[in-house]
């Protein structure tokens, strides 16, 4: 009797909404051509002792396409960190591959579809150069992942600190007060651009644009001339002080800092020079948690049924990419050597001038002139 066809499929890194969609996707279109799904839990973590798997098929896995999180687990510690900071590659021990060379093996798994951002994925790069077969899924809600239009979980984030802003809009309103709203997006300022522009925020600033609280205080001031006496100011965690350097946490081994704190940073300095109330808000994991938007939903389920069909043409290292219309396929390896940042040219930074929104880096007057349309 022959052995069953496998795919094996996991998560790792930082959870967000549309992992359980990317497995379901999987999951059907497994199914459908005869292969048995293997989840491993708690990310790369579930592939060596102790192995930890489960078998998913369509009667465990139905109904998740809506549910945030992810029913395998995930972790971005332990004994997988192939990437510290923004680009140190990291090695993993030669052992613990060959441990995950043992597990295909025991378990049959013909290839292995990783789910995770930009340090899960310089995992899968690695898997790859060891002849590990692998398909990488671009997950992220920073969006930070070059060779890709979109990673899902962006959209979902967005869509939540929108929400956010608009709530703290109306409060502002009411008692003239300036909000600071700090968002995720680590070194990239993806989130903080679209849900700035969404929000209707008067001032946005995000780790690829320099920026002082000279000028961000002139534009404070400008609306309360324009008879606007209230500002949202959206801030990255990852933007730079004006001073340089960034606001974060320390870090152990080979984990990432752990960025956060500029907004508080932000408000006390404003309400300092102001000397006015600055109230300021961390979203924080709000961001990662809940149901994924329609969009991310859509995306994540195209991911996971590309990502099997790229196993089954046995295009291993590759990863699945959007680029609008099409769903294709790029070399792992591209898609973790360069980060994907917000550019000057970038046409959301150009409409945000074009809108009157203050990055912080010119004086608010000259906004137009920077623009160069004229």
Not at 76 to 105: C, M, W, Y
Not at 170 to 189: D, K, L, N, P
Not at 306 to 327: C, D, E, N, T
Request: with cysteine.
């Amino acid at each position: 009797m022959s052995s069953p066809k496998r795919v094996g499929v996991l998560t790792s890194g930082g959870d967000c909404p549309g992992l359980n969609a990317v497995i379901r996707g999987v999951v059907k279109s497994a199914t459908r051509f005869g292969y048995e799904v293997v989840g491993f839990r708690r990310g790369y973590e579930g592939l060596v002792d102790p192995v930890d798997y489960m078998m998913l098929d369509r009667k465990n896995t139905l109904g998740i396409i809506n549910q945030g999180g992810t029913i395998l687990g995930s972790t971005n510690k332990g004994r997988f960190s192939a990437r510290k900071g923004v680009d140190q590659r990291v090695e993993l021990p030669k052992e613990l591959i060959q441990e995950v060379k043992s597990t295909f093996r025991v378990l049959n798994i013909e290839g292995l579809i990783c789910i995770g951002g930009d340090g899960s994925l310089a995992v899968a790069e690695q898997f790859e150069e060891h002849g590990l077969p692998v398909i990488g899924v671009p997950k992220t809600i920073d969006n930070d992942l070059s060779s890709t239009a979109f990673s899902f979980g962006f959209d979902s984030a967005v869509a939540c600190a929108t929400d956010a802003i608009d709530r703290l809009y109306t409060t502002a309103i009411s008692h003239e007060r300036v909000m600071v709203v700090e968002v995720m997006g680590r070194h990239a300022g993806w989130i903080a651009l679209h849900a700035g522009i969404a929000g209707g925020a008067g001032v946005i600033l995000i780790p690829e644009i320099p920026w002082n609280f000279e000028n961000v205080c002139q534009k404070i001031l400008e609306r309360d001339r324009e008879n606007k006496r209230f500002s949202v100011i959206v801030v990255a965690e990852g933007a730079h002080l004006p001073e340089g350097g960034l606001v974060a946490g320390t870090s152990s081994g080979n984990a990432q800092a752990r960025l956060g704190g500029i907004g508080d940073i932000v408000s006390h300095e404003l309400e300092h020079r102001l000397n006015r109330e600055v109230r300021c808000v961390i979203l924080g994991h709000l961001q990662r948690g809940g149901p994924p938007t329609n969009f991310d939903r859509c995306l994540a389920t195209m991911y996971g049924a590309h990502a099997l069909r790229l196993l089954i043409q046995k295009k291993f290292g590759m990863m699945v990419s959007y680029q609008p219309p099409m769903i294709r396929a790029v070399p792992i390896k591209e898609a973790v050597g360069k980060l994907a940042q917000v550019t000057l040219d970038n046409s959301g930074v150009e409409a945000a001038r074009a809108l009157g929104i203050s990055f912080g880096d010119i004086d608010s007057r000259e906004s137009l002139s920077a623009l160069g349309w004229r």
